[in-house]
């Protein structure tokens, strides 16, 4: 599997503060994306990079933002964190045809 | 829309066969994946089919039929190690790139 890791891999916070996750990746690859996995639901995309700050939107992107400055690194900030944002957070990239996983991140919005 | 359904539990017998169900209707088609998640793990890359037909890679084969928007994955020789989730997901244009839209995943629990 690619080498991606994430930070934190556990955070609790509370209703209102921001928080910031990062993706690490070692493969140079171009794509990366950041995920949301909640029960009863698929694997969501909040938002995609194709490349050093070239970013777009995935389907549950409201409340969150993206930054890539290097190609190896992706962070996802959470605005203003509310409860229904609590889940677990995976980053992928791609290589080829194929999105290699991150770890995750559990997070808790109190 | 876009719409992928799998079974959400099943349960099997070590050493038997499995086969697990998935189908779409999606807004174009590019690929069609499965993958293993453990729990409390990221999920990992078992197959990919993009012409209709089966796949087999050792233990496991995958399925596709694009005129009826379905595809199986079949687990032979179960072991108590293949007790996981199975997540099916559709390669989709969107834009001027591609997106996986993924369905909810398959619990698959194993009984010696």
């Known amino acids: 599997d690619a080498g991606i890791t994430q930070s934190p891999r556990h955070k609790v916070t509370e209703t209102g503060t921001p928080v910031t996750l990062r993706c690490h990746q070692t493969e140079n690859h171009r794509y990366m994306y950041w995920y949301r996995q909640d029960p009863g639901h698929g694997l969501r995309l909040i938002h995609y990079s194709y490349g050093v700050k070239d970013t777009d939107k995935g389907e549950v992107s409201d409340g969150y933002s993206v930054s890539r400055s290097k190609t190896e690194d992706f962070l996802l900030t959470l605005e203003s964190a509310t409860s229904s944002q609590t889940s677990v957070y995976f980053c992928a990239t791609r290589g080829g045809e194929t999105q290699y996983f991150g770890p995750g991140t559990r997070l808790l919005v109190l | 829309g876009q719409n992928i359904d799998q079974p959400t539990e099943m349960t099997a017998t070590e050493g038997a066969i499995v086969q697990i169900n998935c189908t779409y209707q999606?807004?174009?088609?590019?690929?069609l994946f499965w993958y293993q998640q453990h729990a409390g793990e990221a999920p990992t890359f078992l197959s990919y089919?993009?012409l209709d037909g089966l796949e087999e890679k050792g233990r496991f084969s995958s399925f596709l039929s694009r005129s009826k928007g379905y595809s199986y994955l079949l687990l032979k020789e179960l072991q108590m190690k293949d007790s996981a989730s199975y997540l099916c997901a559709v390669r989709v244009p969107m834009d001027s790139n591609y997106q996986l839209i993924w369905g909810a995943g398959t619990k698959l629990i194993i009984k010696p």
């Open positions: 089919n993009v």
């Open positions: 999606t807004s174009g088609f590019n690929g």
